[in-house]
């Protein structure tokens, strides 16, 4: 028995190979919580139950992190030792874990020996490390990652401890493809929109990896064993790559356009939205209490567009917060573009929009505004274009698509200066984060302001895109600015009071 009661915890899918040997050097511990994947299809089950020390829970998978979280929570005891089911613990490591009394400021890494068909292997990147594997569960657990899943160690000491845990993953090639394959699927989804890759830089990463493991890493000395696991490691590479450039690739996006009695200007928009080359997955009109000719316009437009959604309320003033929020609620697409029922699109509009997004960030858009003669121009003949050194307009750069330079130039801003709700682009799960807009704003005014404000607290990074996502805003009368004062005192108390989630919000 240990002098500090430990909990030792393990997660097994189909582990019947390895189990039993793992047990086995478990049963000087008091408790044994094994969690085992519903889809496990082998006796793993009938093995744990032979041990009398031994707790067996099931649960479905939801990546390393979130599983092995599960299973620290159904311990007893307050000090967790983790352990994989192919893992074995040394008897100098047993013998150490009787007397060792752990500090609650601490966290241990166990050295652990790495074996491939039974063999010791210290080279080829799999070298001996230091994984934290106990830990006091009142204090910390492990993180959320799918995979390379960790215990999190924010203000916790580190102490490694060296009498070792015995890693027994694999005995064939077999099972180094099969792992290869499932990592790879995993952090594929793990990195998806976080982490941008060239297809065609995949063999070469593959290859590096080769090399590194093989020969910087001297998997050489183990002769074909350790060619073998190096070339493993470059299928991973190359598999995690390919799958994660692929899941790239599949990103929905939902348009939201914003109206209020302007039908002429909202059948210009949706003719612009037609000729884009990347068209949105789902397009939803934000209606604020527009009349009949505007809802049956949108009707005439679902013909050639049937994703095209229309969200009205009643006309009971400016409220554009709230029919953003309603339009919110319908959608269905990970990614949101917002433009207000004013701004013509570029035709790469869409595809701008597509080629910037990444987990994590906000994306503000720029315009270019046109005078009163060039606005009857674009209104009247949808071919014509505004041009860099086309008369009466401002912001005269924001006419320039400039697709390769735009990554570079576009850059990140910590702060609200120049947000505009005009053109603004955002994940899905980041508007459930802070609620989506604050429906305490009536009439014109920082609506926009307060919202990005609120992401921002929340820790989404906020980047303002250029050379891309050109859109040219159509003239119109200012609206009243009568409720300003009252918009601008909201917004200042969001800044002052750190808001990142508004109570009359998008569930209120």
Known sequence: MMLTPISVVIVARDASKTIESCLASLKGFDEVVVLIDDLTSD????????????????????????????????????????VDADEVLSPALIEFLKTFQPHSKCVYAIQRYNHYKGRHI??????????????????????????HEAVVTDNFVVEKINPP??????????????????????????????????????????????????????????DSDGFTIARY????????????HQENKDLGICLIIS????????????????QQTRLPHQIIIADDGSTEDTALLIQQYKQKLPNLLHVWHKDT?????AIRNLALKSVNQPFVSMVDGDMVLHPDFINSIYRHAQKGWYYQGKRVLLDEKNTKTVLNNQDYKIRFFTPGIRNRFNT???PYLSSIISRKENSIRGVKGCSMHFWTEDVIKVNGFNESFIGWGREDSEFVCRLLNAGIQRKNIALSAVAWHLYHPEASRKMLPENDAILEKCILEKHNFTPTGLNS
């Open 43 to 82: 006796n793993t089950a009938e093995i744990c139950s032979r041990f009398s020390n031994t707790q067996i829970a099931y649960t479905s998978f939801e990546g390393f992190g979130k599983i092995k979280q599960k299973a620290v929570t159904l311990a007893k005891n307050e000090w967790v030792l983790s």
């Open 122 to 147: 210290n080279a080829c990147g799999w070298n001996n490390d230091f994984p934290i594997r106990l830990f006091n569960k009142k204090f910390t657990n492990f993180n959320d990652a799918n995979i």
């Open 165 to 222: 845990i015995l890693h027994y993953p694999y005995e064939n090639e077999a099972q180094l493809e099969a792992k290869a394959e499932r990592y790879a699927q995993l952090y594929a989804k793990q990195n998806h929109r976080k982490k941008n890759i060239s297809l065609w830089s995949v063999p070469l990463r593959s290859a590096f990896t080769f090399f590194k493991d093989y020969v910087l890493r001297r998997g050489w000395l183990y």
């Open 233 to 244: 490691n470059a299928l991973g590479t190359k598999l995690k790559y390919r799958y994660l």
């Open 259 to 274: 109206t209020y009695n302007r039908a002429d200007a909202l059948d210009r928009v949706l003719q612009s939205v037609l």
């Open 317 to 321: 003033g400016f409220r554009l917060a």
């Open 400 to 402: 320039l698509n400039l």
